[in-house]
């Protein structure tokens, strides 16, 4: 009697991540949808601007690369790359990033990562905005297949300057992720985050 009184209880747990699952599969579609209608409605709005504010919607890019190699006691190899792009507008913004890098020491690999976000804020006042994101990485170190993120989120602009700015950001993400060997896990995040930028000149910036 013990064991069905065992077995009557597992049966609503099982329920549960059925129900999860089919919830995080619903907000994740809702998120694309969203993501979608964002992409259509911004080429739209460029196709009906006027051009006297092409200017303010250029895209503004940075590409590096980096490689180091050294021999002696211990071989290493070091290869880095990364690209940042921002294109503002009057009330909205894209941010695309990526990074890559990829070491080895005595012929064993050591670093072997790949990264890419991409982001879109629109202004609810001039201040404050709803956000969408989305990410995707892999680690062969971390024997990370791959991880996906994606979420709407709000963020709050504690310095909004020409030259300077500060934001903060927080947002419910659906996070789905799979190891080498195992399989694959999907949940709901809490996704914090903030961005500094500094523009040091015409061509240097720090953030």
């Given amino acids: 009697m013990s064991g069905d009184r065992w077995k009557d209880r597992a049966r609503p ?26 992409l259509g409605m911004a080429t739209l709005r460029s196709q009906d601007n006027p051009p006297s504010e092409e ?12 490689m180091n190699i050294s021999k002696g006691n211990n071989d290493s190899f ?25 070491a080895t020491e005595n012929d064993q690999q050591t670093t072997n990562h790949l990264k890419g976000v991409a982001q879109y804020n629109r202004n609810i006042r001039p201040n404050f905005f709803w956000l969408l994101n989305t990410s995707l990485q892999t680690d062969k ?14 963020g709050f602009s504690l310095i909004r300057k020409e030259d300077h700015g500060l934001d903060v950001e927080t947002g419910l993400s659906s996070l789905t ?6 399989g694959r896990d999907d949940k709901l995040a809490l996704r914090l985050a903030d961005n500094y930028s500094i523009n040091l000149s015409d061509n240097a910036k720090l953030w």
């Fill in 78 to 102: 070091l290869l880095k790359n990364s690209y940042d792009g921002v294109r503002k507008m009057k009330k909205s913004k894209w941010t695309l990033e990526a990074d890559t890098a990829f």
């Fill in 177 to 182: 992720e799979k190891y080498a060997n195992t």
């Fill in 141 to 154: 170190i971390a024997d990370l297949d791959y991880r996906f993120l994606i979420g709407p989120g709000l």
């Fill in 13 to 38: 747990y099982n329920v549960d991540i059925y129900f999860l699952e089919k919830k995080l599969m619903i907000f994740k579609a809702l998120c694309l949808y969203l993501l979608a209608f964002t």
């Fill in 55 to 66: 200017k303010s919607k250029k895209w503004e890019q940075s590409l590096s690369m980096g």
